[in-house]
Nanobody, 125 residues
Framework: QVQIVESGGGLVQPGGSLRLSCKTS????????IGWFRQAPGKEREGVSC????????YYADAVKGRFTISRDDDESMVYLQMNNLKTEDTAVYYC??????????????????WGHGIQVTVSS
C-alpha cells in the first residue's frame, strides 16, 4: 500500500523559513522522481520542485529558484523541501508526489503516479 505523508507546514512570517518533509512507503522510492506541487485558493495546482531518481537532476519553478531547495534521502525514502525567504504568495497547500516517468515536463501533474494529502503553508504577518 502506497503512503505519502507530508509534514512541517504551518504559519510563518514573510522572510521566514520552513522545511517540509515527505515520508513515503509502498513503492520503490529509489526508482521514482519525487516532486512538490502546491495549490493556492482559486488557482491551479503548480509544480514547485522535483528531484529525479538518484538526484541526477533537480528542477525548480521560476518563482522559487534561489529560495527553495529539494533533497531526498533514499535510505529513508524521504524527501525534503527547504523553503527560505518565504513570501505571502507562497501560501498554498503543498503536495508531495512521486513519478515513475517524468517524460519531458517535470511540472506536469499528469506524469505523477502517487500523491500525498497535502499540507498547509501560510505566509502572513
Amino acid at each position: 500500500q502506497v503512503q505519502i505523508v507530508e509534514s512541517g507546514g504551518g504559519l510563518v512570517q514573510p522572510g521566514g523559513s520552513l522545511r517540509l518533509s515527505c515520508k513515503t512507503s509502498g513503492f520503490p522510492f529509489d526508482d521514482y522522481a519525487i516532486g512538490w506541487f502546491r495549490q493556492a485558493p482559486g488557482k491551479e495546482r503548480e509544480g514547485v520542485s522535483c528531484a529525479s531518481s538518484s538526484e541526477l537532476s533537480k528542477y525548480y519553478a521560476d518563482a522559487v529558484k534561489g529560495r527553495f531547495t529539494i533533497s531526498r534521502d533514499d535510505d529513508e525514502s524521504m524527501v525534503y523541501l527547504q523553503m527560505n525567504n518565504l513570501k505571502t504568495e507562497d501560501t498554498a497547500v503543498y503536495y508531495c508526489t512521486a513519478s515513475w516517468d517524468l517524460g519531458s515536463a517535470w511540472n506536469n501533474a499528469a506524469r505523477y503516479n502517487y500523491w500525498g494529502h497535502g499540507i498547509q503553508v501560510t505566509v502572513s504577518s
